[in-house]
């Protein structure tokens, strides 16, 4: 078992395996930037190389980058 799976038990008491990625997937994230956000704010700390309040912060700036790429998308593109 990789170190980032987790358990988790639903609503109806069955357990499943699951990582980052089928969490990802199962919210139907689509953005890049908000994927990476998302996996350092749920790994924060965990992986060994950063502490908790540099993934914390590399976790913000990704989500300042998934606002940019938003508001990109949502104007009008030039001909």
Do not use: W
Not at 26 to 50: E, N, T, W, Y
Not at 55 to 72: G, M, P, T, V
């Amino acid at each position: 078992m990789s170190k980032y799976n987790r358990t988790i038990v639903g609503k109806d008491g069955n357990t499943a395996v699951v990582d980052v990625y089928d969490v990802l997937v199962a919210f139907d994230v689509r953005c890049p930037a908000m994927q990476h956000a998302i996996k350092k704010m749920l790994c924060s700390g965990l992986r060994g190389h950063k502490d908790s309040t540099q993934d914390k912060a590399e976790a913000i700036e990704s989500i300042k980058r998934s606002i940019e790429l938003e508001e990109q998308n949502a104007r009008p593109q030039a001909l």
